[in-house]
């Protein structure tokens, strides 16, 4: 049974830093595309970026420069190091994770999901 596990959200000023993390089970992320998603509140949920089994790796526009997606495979784990946050990246984060390991841009493209981990920015 696959399952995701997102911890590392929190409270930070502007300009601070944070690291996300997504912990898998159930199965190895070295053949899985992964990605994180967010939503704040009122809004649909966005894109921020993914990571690619081969170890391509995009950005949403809004974060390019800012946040850097990583993989520890000996933790079977993904990253999210977000610097520079701003207000507006106040949203819950969420992991995703989908077994075709590439070509994974959309949240339709990924099959499994995480809870959630509450990411605050205040001016």
């Known amino acids: 049974q696959v399952q995701l596990v997102e911890s590392g959200g929190g409270s930070v000023q502007a300009g601070g830093s944070l690291r996300l993390s997504c912990t898998a089970f159930g199965y190895s992320i070295s053949n899985y595309c992964m990605g994180w998603f967010r939503q704040a509140p009122g809004k649909g949920r966005e894109g921020v970026g993914f990571?690619?089994?081969?170890?391509?790796?995009g950005y949403a526009d809004s974060v390019k420069g800012r946040f850097t997606i990583s993989r520890d495979y000996a933790k079977n784990r993904l990253y999210l190091q977000m610097e520079s946050l701003k207000p507006e990246d106040t949203a819950m984060y969420y992991c995703?994770?989908?077994?075709?390991?590439?070509?994974?841009?959309?949240?339709?493209?990924?099959?499994?999901w995480g809870q959630g981990t509450q990411v605050t920015v205040s001016s």
């Open positions: 990571n690619s089994s081969d170890g391509s790796t």
């Open positions: 995703a994770a989908d077994p075709r390991g590439s070509y994974c841009y959309t949240a339709g493209d990924f099959s499994y």
